[in-house]
């Protein structure tokens, strides 16, 4: 059976077909880096309600050490609350959430000043470098072999 391919080819093929690149330090290469500066998004009215619903069923349930159970529980408990039990928590969201947004107009406002002061940063070197150029090329010192 010449041209036929053997067991071992079609196998390779199949995995080769699976394979990722690689990139290096094994993350994506496409997305930027996160600043460390820059403010968190605030919890929502829920995540606030499961800040308190943890530490009370960590005392109500001190054996209980499973994520999955407290979270399950906090998910019930907050389906099972009326819009009224729930508005505390969702004002303290409402009221984290104005100042984050606060914090991003102070955050990107100096990101702006930030990169004006690059720009100015990179035009003097820029043109630093043309000036010594331009002073190399002036002094007539090339050789000339002939």
Known sequence: MKGAKSKSDTKSAKLSVNKK??????????????????PKRPASAFFVFMEEFREQYKKDHPKNKSVAAVGKA???KWKSMSEAEKQPYIAKAEKRKVEYEKNMKAYNKKQAEGAKEDDLESEKSVSEVNDDEDDDEGSGEEDDDE
């Open 21 to 38: 690149p690689i990139t290096k330090g094994g993350k994506k290469s496409g997305k930027a880096a996160k600043d460390p500066n820059k």
């Open 74 to 76: 906090g998910g019930d």
